[in-house]
């Protein structure tokens, strides 16, 4: 199985910055994909931004030039840096990795337990 722990969230003012963390541990066999979501309260939960094994990023509009997405392969960890936030970024944020559990098995999606970001003055 994979295991998720993320890290970094808090509260935060308007125009501030944060580093979440994601780290997978377990017995895997590869992870493929790796994604950030949110979830505001009443709404539903949203991509924020992804990124393949090879490091190739897409961000959903709202966040573009402020969030950016990296991972490390070699500790198996997806970091989002989050500048210039705003009130409407407030949310729990998730990660998502795609990971395969052997070398014949397919991928599948493992969630982490979210971590609240606030963004208030």
Excluded: H
């Amino acid at each position: 199985q994979v295991q998720l722990v993320e890290s970094g969230g808090g509260l935060v003012q308007p125009g501030g910055s944060l580093r979440l963390s994601c780290a997978a541990s377990g017995s895997f066999f590869k992870i493929y994909a790796m994604a950030w979501y949110r979830q505001a309260p009443g709404k539903q939960r949203e991509l924020v931004a992804d990124i393949t094994r090879g490091g190739s990023t897409d961000y959903t509009d709202s966040v573009k030039g402020r969030f950016t997405i990296s991972r490390d392969n070699a500790k198996n960890t997806v970091y989002l840096q989050m500048n210039s936030l705003k009130p409407e970024d407030t949310a729990v944020y998730y990660c998502n990795v795609e990971a395969s559990l052997s070398i014949i098995a397919g991928p599948r999606g493992y969630w982490g337990q979210g971590t609240q970001v606030t963004v208030s003055s």
